[in-house]
């Protein structure tokens, strides 16, 4: 028994010894500092298995105070950027450190694209100008740029919420479970706004798939054997999703649909994809449109009505854009949101500060410099964890952990923070190409919905209580894991006229925007 339980210990320390001279002899003394190496190469595994991504990093970042440092796990090399003096050089390397492989990764595993599409999508020239990947966000631009088409983007969104608004009142007082309801309006207003008047989401069983395939995308994205693990969602995609699309294409229904799904369209067959493989980049956009906005406009609309000081500044705010006309018909241009709404945009900001999870991932084309100081070793992946920059007290100041809806508002002796630690939508050359489409959309959303309704929790004891939350992988919001039953009433029987008017201003959040609305 002894001598059994002294080989076992002479083993583990065999072990142990191994993997430190493992470790200290593939790491490069230029590379950022090793973190984690009470047991070498598992200890951040564990941490992140057991705590999360985001609080993993969240605890390393206060116990070090690092602006960079190195996880080292089983065939991984992770550079974790805490530094906002750092994002500005990791965004300018940004054909070094890629997002292009990591793209080319979800066209096949998270969209399904064929070989065929994945032979352009993933080709060895991803990194040239003039590639797939390269030209698609300048190819979009004019569909989600300020300018004509957003503005028809916006107003055919809006148009679809204010008429499902509508159905509403003639409905309350009715009880709803508001992130089911939050989201189905967001996706139908979203897939109609963009595709048109042939719309596949119009079929239920379409909606139906999509909600069966977007929890395990994350499945997809791993390659964790989703034909056994991730079956229904596989199948929701393959048999449902993707041939709904092609027929879609195939009727032309893209022909009668927004400047953005044209553009896409153009963007793909000039590229050489061809039916079924256009369609399946179609699974690509409705994840990077949906998943997110629908979250977003649920905790948007929960922030706000679970404090009576919240709602009341923005209702007021709100009600100052109405007119009532000589009908007595109250109406509202929600294109003035944008520029009149200082205190529901600052909301708006802090809801995507506070409750943004999202993790920004990108890959080491060959070795590179970071600043001039950090070698990053080639095929290594590069994070910078959202919460983490969004929590920085040297930052954000002492309340960076709380939910402050006037934090972004200029109000004099106030501290804002610079433009360029708001990181919800990213940055540098993956800059969120919709930030402004979603920003209206939800902005408009919520403005409609405090003129016209009264919520209020249909619980036992009729209090808000913040439900337990979600942190998908996959997403950059987190999403409910409890129920949220509410009680919708309307405020009044007044009749109301919407309209959006065309615009040429954007929702100025992020760095780039903020410099160009200053040149």
Request: aromatic letters at 8%.
């Amino acid at each position: 028994m002894a001598s059994t339980l002294a080989l076992v210990l002479g083993s583990a320390a065999a072990v142990y010894v191994f993997l430190l001279a493992l470790l200290h002899f593939t790491q490069d003394p230029k590379e950022p500092p090793v973190i984690g190496t009470t047991i070498p190469f598992i200890s951040p595994l564990f941490g992140i298995v057991f705590s999360g991504m985001q609080k993993f990093s969240t605890k390393i970042r206060d116990k070090y105070g690092l602006p960079i440092y190195t996880l080292r796990m089983p065939g991984q090399r992770i550079y974790i950027l805490n530094s906002l003096s750092l994002v500005g050089p990791f965004q300018r390397q940004f054909k070094t450190i890629a997002f292009a492989p990591i793209e080319a990764q979800a066209a096949a595993t998270v969209m399904g694209v064929g070989p065929a599409g994945n032979a352009i999508i993933g080709s060895d020239k991803m990194f040239d100008d003039d590639s797939y990947l390269s030209t698609f966000v300048p190819s979009i631009n004019p569909g989600l740029s300020p300018g004509p088409g957003l503005d028809a983007l916006n107003g055919a969104a809006i148009r679809y919420l204010s008429n499902n608004l509508s159905n509403l009142r003639d409905n309350t007082p009715t009880t709803i479970e508001l992130f089911s309801w939050v989201s189905d309006q967001i996706c139908m207003a979203t897939t109609e706004a963009m595709y048109g008047p042939k719309n596949p989401f119009r079929d239920p069983r379409v909606l139906a798939a999509w909600h069966v395939f977007e929890p395990q995308i994350i499945m997809h994205m791993l390659k964790a054997w989703p034909s056994v693990l991730a079956r229904k969602s596989l199948h929701a995609r393959e048999q449902v999703l993707i041939p709904a699309l092609e027929k879609y294409f195939a009727q032309n229904g893209h022909l009668e649909a927004s400047v953005l799904t044209q553009c896409r369209y153009k963007h793909n067959t000039g590229h050489g994809l061809r039916g079924r493989d256009v369609a399946a980049t179609e699974i690509g956009q409705l994840v990077a449109t949906l998943v997110n906005s629908e979250a977003s406009a649920f905790w948007m609309i929960y922030n706000i009505y679970s404090d009576p000081e919240v709602l009341d500044e923005c209702r007021k705010e709100v009600e100052q854009l109405v007119q009532v006309d000589k009908d007595s018909i109250s109406t509202i241009d929600l294109s003035k949101v944008k520029s009149s709404c200082p205190i529901l945009l600052s909301t708006w900001q802090e809801t995507l500060r506070h409750m943004h999870i999202g993790v920004s991932a990108r890959v080491v084309a060959k070795d590179t410099m970071l600043d001039n100081k950090y070698l990053l070793k080639k095929d290594a992946t590069v994070m910078v964890i959202t919460p983490v920059l969004h929590s920085d007290i040297s930052t954000w100041g002492p309340t960076a952990g709380e939910f402050n809806y006037r934090r972004f508002l200029r109000e004099p002796g106030a501290q804002r923070a610079k433009p360029a630690a708001f990181r919800s939508f990213g940055g540098g050359t993956t800059l969120c190409p919709g930030r402004h489409f979603v920003s209206t959309e939800v902005m408009s959303f919520v403005a409609i919905f405090l003129l016209r309704f009264e919520l209020k929790p249909a619980t036992r004891h009729g209090k808000w209580v913040q439900p337990r939350m979600n942190l998908p992988m996959t997403s950059s919001m987190p999403t409910p894991k409890d129920k949220v039953p509410v009680e919708v009433t309307p405020r009044d029987n007044r009749e109301w006229r919407v309209s959006f008017s065309a615009s040429s201003m954007g929702v100025n959040m992020v760095a780039e925007d903020v410099a160009e609305d200053n040149e």
